[in-house]
């Protein structure tokens, strides 16, 4: 490595100010922090020294999303071979699956992480700033919450909205108030209905004649049950959105993002409580199959256990405060669990429901923070009392 570091020192003074590419100057440094740990420090004012900052954070982030990218490339391989022989078995063929499924999730990541760095790079030279390295993360879940036949075009397309309105207008990252993975999904769930919905997107190049509905849609249509066992879709052997379908997978991710402290447990435990709670509501006082399905389906189905460990907890647009995390976890899996029971047309209901809450989480903030202003505004009114009585 120590070739490539004279090599960047060497052409490091052309991007300074005064050189000839200076224009280019945030360019050079996204590639050279990317590469090496900055020598910068800070010069005055107060600081402390960590070694966790935003490139390792989201480094880490995009190692705990590699189980469920992992399996989804090999489950997009299988459920094709599958849609041709229904007889084939989970583990037959495993690298024509591993072959398959590349050839069709890894166009999807390159899309997504060309055109999404390509706009954060020219915001950044615009703007004269550093090119942080949050799009590291969203470019890669993107991919994974979308089906494998999606068009390419409406890949980018979606991507492109989503970082300009959704984030670099407000800034850049860490200034968004909504998920821009969510925001993406969200813009093509909306402007193309068909390349998120139905049997024939979740499969890709299925046989004619295999169904390839997912377990939420089989629910949505009026199934007393749906055709795949629990212990299918917690394993995840089943259609759906890339990145989605093991739990498995997303719980190895979720292990590793508490245990280094980046996601938030008390946002995780919460969106699961809330929505044990909505879907018990319902196996009591609901009427129709999909209402007296155990409450801990839901858990397995669609993408609430994804959201719930990758998209409720992020830093950026969730709530900031303790108490406030615990309601706006809670709020995310109770609006999931109600939307897919009582909207048809929403299916899945954990993408709205995060962005609903997105919305929300300074509001909910807000109310928190005041609520303990007011707590310790009466516990010194009180003390002030009992001061003067006892002079």
Not at 233 to 242: A, D
Not at 281 to 302: A, E
Not at 355 to 374: G, H, Q, S, T
């Amino acid at each position: 490595m120590r070739f490539i570091r004279d090599f960047l020192d060497d052409i490091k003074p052309n991007f300074e100010k005064g050189g000839r590419f200076y224009w280019l100057h945030s360019t050079f440094d996204a590639f050279e922090s990317f590469a090496f740990v900055p020598n910068k420090t800070t010069s005055k004012g107060a600081h402390f020294r960590d070694a966790l900052d935003m490139k390792r954070t989201m480094i880490i982030v995009v190692l705990a999303l590699i189980p469920a990218l992992l399996f989804g490339i090999y489950n997009v391989g299988y459920q094709h071979f599958h849609s041709i022989d229904p007889t084939l078995a989970f583990f037959d063929n495993f690298w024509r699956n591993i072959g398959f499924g590349l050839i069709k999730v890894l166009p999807i990541i390159i899309v997504s992480y060309v055109v999404g760095l390509a706009i954060e790079f020219a915001f950044a030279q615009y703007r004269g700033h550093e090119v942080n390295e949050g799009f590291l993360v969203t470019g890669l879940l993107i991919p994974m919450i979308l089906p494998a036949d999606v068009p390419l075009w409406q890949v980018a397309l979606a991507t492109a909205f989503a970082v300009i309105i959704g984030k670099e207008v407000f800034g850049g990252t860490g200034m968004n108030f909504l998920n821009p993975a969510l925001l993406t999904r969200a813009f093509l769930f909306f402007a193309f209905p068909a390349s998120l919905s139905g049997d024939n997107v979740w499969i890709a190049q299925k046989a004619d004649a295999f169904s390839g509905a997912t377990p939420l849609a089989e629910m949505m249509t009026g199934a007393v049950e749906p055709s795949q066992s629990f212990l299918s879709m917690f394993l995840g052997t089943i259609p759906g959105s890339i990145g989605e379908t093991s739990i498995i997978a997303i719980l190895l991710g979720a292990i590793l993002l508490l245990f280094t402290g980046i996601a938030s447990w008390r946002i995780m435990l919460s969106v699961f409580l809330g929505g044990a709670f909505m879907g018990i509501i319902f196996n009591i006082f609901g009427s129709n199959s999909y209402s007296q399905l155990p409450f801990y389906y839901h858990f397995v189905m669609g993408g609430f256990a994804f959201g719930a460990v990758f998209m409720a907890t992020d830093p950026v647009t969730a709530a900031q405060t303790t108490k406030g995390k615990w309601i706006y976890g809670f709020l995310i899996g109770v609006m999931a669990v109600l939307i897919r029971l009582v909207n048809p047309a929403y299916p899945e209901g954990m993408m709205l429901s995060i962005l609903l809450m997105n919305v929300f989480a300074p509001l909910i903030d807000y109310y928190v923070v005041n609520a303990n202003i007011k707590r310790r505004m009466k516990r010194w009114k009180i003390k002030a009392v009992d001061n003067s009585i006892q002079k």
